[in-house]
Structure formats: C-alpha cells, structure tokens
C-alpha cells in the first residue's frame, strides 16, 4: 500500500452516540479521500488480532472487550501525509489531552472510549487495512 495512507476505525462508543456522519464529514474536511469503507462489528478474537500489539498492556483485556462490544465504521482514507495528518485530527489518546478541535476532544468520552482509531506508521498503515479489507475493496 502507498505511504499516503491511513486507517482509521470510528469506535463503538461514537458509532453508538451518533456521531459517525459528523467525524466522517470532519475527516473529509481535513481533505482525506475515502478509499474504501464499511460498517461491521468485530468479534472478541478479532479485535484481540487487530490489538495484539497491546496484548502484555493492563488495559488489553477491556480494550478487546469495548472494541468488539458494537458497530465499528473502518475505514482506509488517504491523503499526503496520511499517518501524521490523522493522527493530528484524532488528537492524543486520552480526550482530557486532545488539542480543541480534534475528533477525540469533540466525542471521546473517556482515554478507553475515544471515538478513533488512526495507525501509528506507514506500515501498520498497510497491515490494518489489509486487516479489514481485500484489495478489491479499496476504489481508484
Ligand atoms: O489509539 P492510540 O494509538 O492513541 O493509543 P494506543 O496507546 O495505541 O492504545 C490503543 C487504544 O487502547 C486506545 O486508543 C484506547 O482505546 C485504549 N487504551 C486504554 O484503554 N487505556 C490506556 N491507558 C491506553 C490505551
Ligand atoms: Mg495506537
């Protein structure tokens, strides 16, 4: 996958609140294309597959638990920049830390609940949407 994209999910606490529509239109307006999209809702075997990195962490076991708990919109966006720019309209991990304006400072509702994924690097970039969808999936 290019380097110029992103993957993000809208978590199930925002999905639940209805909030999809409004960080969707956010995140196009931060100028992301959406490449490919869908609503879905993960088992507790695979959100531990998509956390496992986090499996020695304290907080693993409820993280896997909210993660599969309801609907989750995943989605691959792609912008120059994709990882960075994301990461920087997500805001920080915890809501009380997230700079105004984010996604996180606007729906998190707490550092577990916090409305959004975006990856960490080019190359869990790739293996998260290869996670969530075939390259058929992806348009353009
Ligand atoms: O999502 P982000 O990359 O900002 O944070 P992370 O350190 O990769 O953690 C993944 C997710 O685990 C977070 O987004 C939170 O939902 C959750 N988490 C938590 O519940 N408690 C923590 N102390 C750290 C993370
Ligand atoms: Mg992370």
Redesign the pocket.
């Known amino acids: 996958m290019a380097t110029n994209r992103t993957l993000t999910m809208i978590?199930p606490e925002a999905v639940a609140a209805g909030h999809t529509g409004k960080i969707i239109d956010m995140i196009i307006e931060a100028g992301f294309k959406v490449k490919a999209m869908k609503l879905t809702q993960l088992s507790k075997e695979r959100a531990g597959e998509f956390?496992e990195?986090?499996k020695e962490?304290?907080?693993?076991g409820?993280?896997v638990d909210?993660?599969s708990s309801g609907p989750i919109v995943a989605a691959v966006l792609e912008k120059e920049n994709a990882v960075a720019d994301f990461?920087a309209l997500?805001g920080?991990?915890?809501p009380a830390e997230a700079a105004e304006g984010t996604i996180?400072k606007k729906f998190a509702k707490?550092?577990?609940?916090?409305a959004?994924?975006?990856s960490?690097s080019d190359d869990n970039a790739e293996i998260e949407s290869n996670f969530h969808f075939s390259a058929k999936e992806l348009v353009g």
Do not use: C, Q, W
């Open positions: 978590k956390y990195v986090h962490r304290p907080f693993y409820e993280l909210y993660m990461r997500i920080a991990t915890d996180r707490s550092k577990a609940e916090n959004a994924h975006g960490d």
